[in-house]
Nanobody, 127 residues
Framework: LQLVESGGGLVQAGGSLRLSCEAS??????????IAWFRQVPGKEREGVSC????????NYVDSVKGRFTISRDNAKKMVWLQMDSLKPDDSGVYYC???????????????????WGQGTRVTVSS
């Protein structure tokens, strides 16, 4: 399974961005996988931002983005999106999408669950 992120960029605080994660791979179905978004800034651990189960029935968010970010997916299109509204400078970082064959419940943000990662897309929020 290959994952490619897009949609990052520079935005002012209070603005919005929509990140996309496109999956590909011969014989691979996106519906097999839970997909999560992580973000990383220099000097810090990669942080789980949001997660959506394979058919979208379970969704998780880190507390700092609840009410501002929305994750969604379309398995037929092999796409997952992260709509980010009311952006803050602390939301800046490189955003990665990742795929896991399981939904890990309350430990969804543990990196070790995820077998496949994209190359990342950079988000910069200016104050």
């Amino acid at each position: 399974l290959q994952l490619v992120e897009s949609g990052g960029g520079l935005v002012q605080a209070g603005g919005s961005l929509r990140l996309s994660c496109e999956a590909s791979g011969e014989g691979e179905m996106l519906a097999y996988y839970t997909i999560a978004w992580f973000r990383q800034v220099p000097g810090k651990e990669r942080e789980g931002v949001s997660c959506i189960s394979s058919y979208g029935d379970r969704i998780n968010y880190v507390d700092s983005v609840k009410g501002r970010f929305t994750i969604s997916r379309d398995n037929a299109k092999k796409m997952v999106w992260l709509q980010m509204d009311s952006l803050k400078p602390d939301d800046s970082g490189v955003y990665y999408c990742a795929a896991s064959p399981v939904h890990a419940g309350s430990t969804w943000d543990v990196r070790q669950w995820y077998d496949f990662w994209g190359q990342g897309t950079r988000v910069t929020v200016s104050s």
